[in-house]
């Protein structure tokens, strides 16, 4: 099945996640102007009226350069919706979507068939993020045009299965699009999420590490100096299963490796976490690319270059069978 028309627009095949609290339009419109779809939350903007001056500026800006560079479209940008019942603000958030026609949403914590409908009423298309292939399943029965598959080693909220498995299972019976999530920071997994079944890489981390990003120089730095042994998976921050930078909660003076369990019923997605995610730092597995805090832009020049490289060596270690 051939890309929505507003998913072919994008130049690379990859998709900056939406950053919770990170992701402001300064780094959106830099990973669209650099070739990837960028994103953000909606609940970054805080009060809600920003929502309305960020989209105007995002919108604004790419119209912008997209005049000005004709020969160097920017790719489409998404907002992430939370459609948990835990967030008021979706009926409010999806209203400024509408009035701006947000190309893509990507929805989490959910499936709805009434914000599903909504978005295809402007034209938009929903991608939504999932841990396994019953939820796949249930995404793509209430209207959603595509999935994000949130695999293994993905940071924030990350599922536990191998992304091989994952993707396998959804391409049984699911030809539309497909992004792969987890331990993505370099060109080489970009290209073995294609070759897996997916359409685009889903990365986050490796962002988060970049000079538009709104985090800390010591959350940047952290990211740059740690590996995958120093991620801890724990449900305690937020109710729901994600991955965190062990340094920044041995910082908030709990010990990583003997974290409580959380009660899955009480997620919290408003101040409260907004407070443990600043302190507490998300971070996924596939942070060892990572030597650096770079401009977007060069982040994704060396992600297009090591795709193009590791294209080459597979298809010359294909032709010597």
Known sequence: MPLPAALQRAPLPIIGAPLFIISTPKLVIAQCKAGVIGSMPALNARPASQVDEWLAEITETLAAWDRDHPGQPSAPFAINQIVHKS???LDHDIEMCAKYKVPVIITSLGARTDVNEAVHAWGGVVLHDIINNAYAHKAVEKGADGLIAVAAGAGGHAGVKSPFA??????????????????IASGDAVLAALAAGADFAYIGSAFIATEEARASEAYKQCIVDSN????????????????????????????????PVSDPSKMNFGDGAKK???????????????????????LVARLKREM?????????????C
Not at 168 to 178: A, D, S, V
Not at 276 to 298: F, S
Request: glycine share 10%; charged share 20%.
């Open 166 to 183: 994952l993707l396998q299972e959804i391409r049984e019976w699911f030809t539309g699009p497909l992004a792969l999530s987890g331990a």
């Open 308 to 320: 193009l490289a590791a294209q080459q060596r597979v298809n010359a270690r294909i032709a010597a």
């Open 87 to 89: 967030n008021d603000r």
């Open 276 to 298: 443990a995610w600043k302190d507490i730092w998300g971070c996924g597995q596939g942070i060892g690319p990572v030597k650096a805090v770079l401009p977007t832009a060069e």
């Open 228 to 259: 995958s042994d120093d991620i801890v998976y724990s449900n305690l921050f937020t109710g729901v299963h994600g991955n965190y930078l062990k340094p920044s909660i041995v910082n908030a003076g709990m010990d990583p490796d003997n974290l």
